[in-house]
């Protein structure tokens, strides 16, 4: 039972374009919502946050938005650049420790 | 600043053998967690310590897995005797709160049983 899903394993942007990737959940419980980004042979790297008190939180080019009624978030990455392409995970959690990942969605961006 | 350091990196080791991962989180952090990746099943939680008591190990596949953390300073993940299933990488992140905090990851040890 996936509670976080990341439904598009790829996409692939232009350079200077918007990229937007897409996480939708089940559990109405979830208040705390993040993005990391991963690097082959790295670990996860934090991006951007959201609570769920919110619907949009910006940093720099990173923005996620989040619809709770929709059980829906995104992120959107503008512009793109090279440098972004990177495996983006999606999670969740209600309150707790129990940080719930999806599944990734490889982004490449094209010079 | 350093970051989560594992160590190895890399482990390639026969059925059967002891495999001891190893984690030093980020000093601070009160919080330390270690996750398994891999294709089937993604990020999985193994378990997760709080001010160097193990709070929550429903996570653990087996008795064969075993985690340790003796100090704020060092943790360490077992598998006794290692079987080819439990190839992933695994990682180790911390945090200062646990809930609501984000997670800082290691660069994971890639584990390969044979």
């Known amino acids: 039972d996936q509670q976080v899903k990341q439904n598009s394993p790829s996409l692939s942007v232009q350079e200077g374009r918007i990229s937007i990737l897409n996480c939708d959940y089940t559990?109405?419980?979830?208040?705390?919502f993040l993005w990391y980004k991963k690097y082959p042979a790295e670990g996860p790297t934090f991006l951007i946050s959201i609570s769920s008190i919110k619907d949009k939180n910006e940093d720099g080019r990173f923005t996620v938005f989040l619809n709770k009624s929709a059980k829906h978030l995104s992120l959107h990455i503008v512009p793109s650049q090279p440098g972004d392409s990177a495996v983006y995970f999606c999670a969740a959690s209600s309150g707790t420790y129990k940080y719930i990942f999806g599944t990734g969605t490889r982004l490449k961006v094209l010079a | 600043d350093a970051g989560v350091i594992q160590s190895p990196r890399h482990e390639v080791t026969e059925m059967g053998q002891e495999v001891t991962l190893r984690c030093k989180p980020i000093s601070g952090h009160n919080s330390l967690f270690w996750y398994r990746q891999t294709m089937m099943r993604g990020l999985e939680l193994l378990i997760y310590?709080?001010?160097?008591?193990?709070?929550?190990d429903s996570g653990m596949p087996e008795d064969r897995f075993s985690a340790k953390m003796p100090n704020a300073s060092f943790s360490t993940l077992k598998i006794q005797p290692s079987e080819p299933r439990d190839s992933a990488v695994y990682f180790c992140?911390?945090?200062?709160?646990?809930?609501?905090?984000?997670?800082?990851f290691g660069n994971g040890t890639r584990l390969t049983v044979t």
């Open positions: 559990n109405s419980m979830f208040d705390y």
């Open positions: 992140a911390s945090s200062f709160r646990g809930a609501d905090s984000p997670l800082h």
């Open positions: 310590f709080n001010n160097n008591v193990p709070i929550d």
